[in-house]
C-alpha cells in the first residue's frame, strides 16, 4: 500500500470515528491533507488557486476553527479532503503512465 492510499485510508477512518478523536488530531489530519493536496497539485501542474471558491482553502478554514465544528461538519472535510487526494492521484497515477508510453 503506498503512503498516499494509506493516508487517504486514515482520513476515511477518522471520518467514520471522528467522534472519538480530538480537536488536535483531527486538525492535525485536515492540515496533512491540504499540504499532500498542495503537493500533489503542483506534481500535475496545476497551480495553488488562490480564490474563495478553492475547497483547499474551506479545508484550511475548518481546521482553523475545529474546536467550533460539529462532527458531521468534520466528518465531512476529513471525507472531502480523502476524495480530493484521491482524484489527484488517479490523474498522477495517468500522467505517470503517459510518460512511461
Same mark, same amino acid.
Not at 503537493?39 to 501542474?45: A, K, L, P, S, V
Not at 490523474?91 to 505517470?96: M, N, P, R, S, V
Given at each position: 500500500?503506498?503512503?498516499?492510499?494509506?493516508?487517504?485510508?486514515?482520513?476515511?477512518?477518522? /471520518?467514520?470515528?471522528?467522534?472519538?478523536? +480530538?480537536?488536535?488530531?483531527? *486538525?492535525?489530519?485536515?492540515?496533512? $491533507?491540504?499540504?499532500? %493536496? @498542495?503537493?500533489?497539485?503542483?506534481?500535475?501542474?496545476?497551480?495553488?488557486?488562490?480564490?474563495?471558491?478553492?475547497?483547499?482553502?474551506?479545508?484550511?478554514?475548518? /481546521?482553523?476553527?475545529?474546536?467550533?465544528? +460539529?462532527?458531521?461538519?468534520? *466528518?465531512?472535510?476529513?471525507?472531502? $479532503?480523502?476524495?480530493? %487526494? @484521491?482524484?489527484?492521484?488517479?490523474?498522477?497515477?495517468?500522467?505517470?503512465?503517459?510518460?512511461?508510453?
Amino acid at each position: 500500500m503506498s503512503l498516499t492510499t494509506a493516508f487517504i485510508s486514515e482520513l476515511v477512518w477518522a /471520518a467514520n470515528q471522528v467522534d472519538q478523536l +480530538t480537536a488536535f488530531e483531527k *486538525r492535525r489530519l485536515i492540515e496533512r $491533507a491540504v499540504v499532500i %493536496i @498542495r503537493e500533489m497539485r503542483d506534481q500535475i501542474g496545476n497551480p495553488q488557486n488562490k480564490t474563495a471558491a478553492d475547497p483547499v482553502i474551506d479545508l484550511q478554514t475548518t /481546521a482553523a476553527g475545529m474546536e467550533n465544528r +460539529t462532527d458531521d461538519q468534520t *466528518r465531512d472535510a476529513l471525507l472531502d $479532503a480523502a476524495n480530493m %487526494i @484521491r482524484s489527484l492521484r488517479i490523474i498522477l497515477d495517468g500522467k505517470e503512465a503517459s510518460i512511461r508510453e
